[in-house]
């Protein structure tokens, strides 16, 4: 393996590497700094706790007005080129990330909010995935795109049913010098087709209390999957699954008090999953949701309980 004299050198001196660190630091320490940034950001930690984009003038501007967003993102990127110039091995002091064309440069986090810088790139014929789902996931999200153009659709539930829901699509093109504003969890934004690229400054706020996400088909509506929006709640989710792969009879009554509070979701997981391990004890947990009318989940409950007894009778003596 071929590894290059600088980096070599850097093994025995990591002077060099720490020069070069303080330089990118200092880049974006002396852009937030900068008047307006330093506005933008004291008032992004207002909205990051509740606050109105109307109580935010500078932040509110930033989103809204090309010529403003455009100076501050000029700005930062002017000075990071300047100081990655000077020193090429100094790391980006930004939260990035690179996935499946999309770039996201995260430029600051306060609380619920984030403001980032985003580009979608153009991806050749063979890596290109034509979507066939989509999800919705709730919150806000205001975008203002600053170079570059894209064809998306812009898609809302119309009607949302237990396994399905109604969906209504319009497309949209996304240009330099436009504005999208998308907010709840009933509508969402898919990109199409890039031309060349599309580069965005993004301010995103997730809802105070998350709600769960939902994936559906994009050809007939049904319902694909569903995930909680309480990370407490993927983690509980994560922890039924691995114990249900692991056969743990021995957590059944943990899980049938699970069954019995929290989220809808979090209760069906837990209810399933207990009648993984002990069909008796969960198949009784679940009579007792399914005879319950003022129970959320009665219905759905009853609906199972009806199908399991029709393919096992047997469980009809429980």
């Given at each position: 393996?071929?590894?290059?004299?600088?980096?070599?050198?850097?093994?025995?001196?990591?002077?060099?590497?720490?020069?070069?660190?303080?330089?990118?630091?200092?880049?974006?320490?002396?852009?937030?700094?900068?008047?307006?940034?330093?506005?933008?950001?004291?008032?992004?930690?207002?909205?990051?706790?509740?606050?109105?984009?109307?109580?935010?003038?500078?932040?509110?501007?930033?989103?809204?007005?090309?010529?403003?967003?455009?100076?501050?993102?000029?700005?930062?990127?002017?000075?990071?080129?300047?100081?990655?110039?000077?020193?090429?091995?100094?790391?980006?002091?930004?939260?990035?990330?690179?996935?499946?064309?999309?770039?996201?440069?995260?430029?600051?986090?306060?609380?619920?909010?984030?403001?980032?810088?985003?580009?979608?790139?153009?991806?050749?014929?063979?890596?290109?995935?034509?979507?066939?789902?989509?999800?919705?996931?709730?919150?806000?999200?205001?975008?203002?795109?600053?170079?570059?153009?894209?064809?998306?659709?812009?898609?809302?539930?119309?009607?949302?049913?237990?396994?399905?829901a109604v969906l209504d699509r319009?497309?949209?093109?996304?240009?330099?010098?436009?504005?999208?504003?998308?907010?709840?969890?009933?509508?969402?934004?898919?990109?199409?087709?890039?031309?060349?690229?599309?580069?965005?400054?993004?301010?995103?706020?997730?809802?105070?209390?998350?709600?769960?996400?939902?994936?559906?088909?994009?050809?007939?509506?049904?319902?694909?999957?569903?995930?909680?929006?309480?990370?407490?709640?993927?983690?509980?989710?994560?922890?039924?699954?691995?114990?249900?792969?692991?056969?743990?009879?021995?957590?059944?009554?943990?899980?049938?008090?699970?069954?019995?509070?929290?989220?809808?979701?979090?209760?069906?997981?837990?209810?399933?999953?207990?009648?993984?391990?002990?069909?008796?004890?969960g198949f009784a947990a679940l009579?007792?949701?399914?005879?319950?009318?003022?129970?959320?989940?009665?219905?759905?409950?009853?609906?199972?309980?009806?199908?399991?007894?029709?393919?096992?009778?047997?469980?009809?003596?429980?």
């Open positions: 393996m071929r590894i290059d004299p600088i980096l070599q050198a850097l093994r025995g001196n990591p002077t060099p590497q720490r020069r070069a660190q303080r330089a990118v630091e200092g880049a974006k320490e002396a852009w937030k700094r900068h008047e307006d940034v330093a506005l933008m950001l004291e008032e992004l930690e207002a909205y990051g706790v509740g606050a109105s984009l109307d109580h935010c003038p500078m932040l509110d501007s930033v989103i809204n007005e090309p010529h403003r967003a455009a100076i501050l993102v000029n700005d930062l990127c002017s000075r990071m080129g300047k100081a990655l110039d000077n020193e090429p091995l100094g790391q980006v002091p930004f939260r990035h990330q690179y996935a499946g064309g999309i770039s996201v440069v995260q430029l600051a986090e306060y609380g619920r909010a984030a403001l980032s810088l985003v580009c979608y790139e153009r991806l050749l014929e063979d890596r290109r995935e034509t979507a066939q789902t989509v999800c919705f996931v709730g919150g806000e999200r205001h975008e203002i795109y600053l170079a570059g153009s894209a064809s998306s659709e812009i898609i809302e539930i119309i009607e949302e049913h237990s396994d399905h319009r497309s949209e093109t996304l240009a330099a010098g436009g504005t999208l504003s998308i907010t709840g969890e009933r509508m969402t934004k898919l990109v199409r087709n890039v031309h060349g690229r599309l580069v965005m400054l993004r301010l995103s706020r997730a809802p105070a209390q998350p709600q769960t996400a939902r994936e559906f088909r994009l050809d007939n509506g049904q319902l694909v999957h569903r995930a909680s929006g309480q990370r407490e709640e993927s983690r509980l989710e994560l922890a039924m699954a691995l114990l249900g792969q692991m056969g743990r009879t021995d957590a059944a009554d943990a899980l049938e008090d699970i069954a019995f509070k929290g989220s809808d979701h979090i209760r069906w997981q837990a209810l399933r999953t207990c009648l993984s391990l002990d069909t008796a004890r009579s007792r949701i399914a005879s319950n009318p003022a129970d959320s989940l009665s219905e759905v409950a009853g609906s199972l309980r009806a199908s399991l007894i029709e393919a096992h009778p047997q469980l009809s003596q429980i």
